[in-house]
């Protein structure tokens, strides 16, 4: 396999591997390629991140889910899906609310979208310690929610 392909080849390379229905690591022997790099390829491949107003999302195409979903059974002991659902009843918006900073530098839940830091108006969800959770946490907690990685 060639060190640099184009776009056209990957997605050839990738239509085959979709077809194929091999896991990661037999397409990846199979055609010379390294199973990180085949991996980030069909994700930027099946995601589309867009910009809004409202922030950056990644547009989900369902075969892409059912992609990761194979992946996952046939490659990996657990794995789970999470998203940010939350909903802030003074303006209506729904989608992730953030964490931000106070002028005393204490971790706060705000609204992207009219910057309502009210609780009492937010419904936030988060997985913690294995469960969905829709209470709020202490700063310790809070940090490390923060600090969460997005994987896909």
Known sequence: ????????????????FEKSGKTYAQFAEENGLN??????????????IKT???????EINIPA???????????????ELNTKSDFCQKCDY????QIATDGDGKLIWECPNCKN?????????????????????NQGRTQEIKERVLHL
């Open 117 to 137: 830091h009210d609780q009492t108006t937010m419904n936030v969800a988060r997985r913690t310690c294995g469960y969905i959770v829709t209470q709020y946490w």
């Open 94 to 97: 729904t989608g992730e609310i």
């Open 65 to 79: 889910v059912m992609a990761l979903l194979k992946h996952i059974y046939n490659n990996i002991m657990y794995a």
């Open 1 to 16: 396999m060639k060190a640099i392909l184009t776009k056209s080849e990957k997605e050839r390379l990738l239509e085959q």
């Open 52 to 58: 809004t107003n409202e922030g950056k999302f990644v």
């Open 35 to 48: 199973v990180k790099t085949l991996s980030k390829w069909i994700y930027e491949w099946h995601h589309q």
